[in-house]
């Protein structure tokens, strides 16, 4: 996300379902305040399951490993570009546990670097 801006990689999803390119519109601006799927859902009328059927089959993930991958990105552009503690960060970007956030950044940063 340092390098590209959100705009072209929301940009790559533009083909897909209107219903999924709104809400990963929603999720980038509401990433850390987002709770569950069911927040992700609050103003869409669908089925959940359908949903997130559709959802996967367009990102390739489920909106909640969307919206964790999202999250650890924006920890990660934090870190670099402030001074904060990682504890801050971690709860900034809408992390609630610490021991998770934990384990999402060492599988989704940790793992590729090595």
């Known amino acids: 996300r ?6 072209l ?6 083909n897909c379902e209107p219903v999924i390119y709104l809400t990963l519109k929603n999720i980038e601006l509401e990433y850390y305040k987002i709770k569950s799927i069911d927040d992700i859902l609050k103003n869409i ?8 059927r559709l959802f996967k089959k367009s990102v ?13 990105e924006k920890c990660c552009e934090m870190l670099i570009t402030t001074h904060q503690s990682v504890t801050y960060i971690a709860y900034a970007c809408g992390f609630n546990d610490l021991r998770f956030f934990n384990k999402q950044f060492k599988k989704l940063i940790i793992i590729r670097l090595f």
């Open 2 to 7: 340092l390098i590209f801006n959100e705009n």
């Open 9 to 14: 990689i929301l940009k790559k999803f533009k």
């Open 45 to 52: 009328k669908i089925n959940k399951t359908y949903f997130i």
């Open 60 to 72: 390739s993930y489920s909106p909640i490993q969307y919206l964790n991958r999202l999250r650890i």
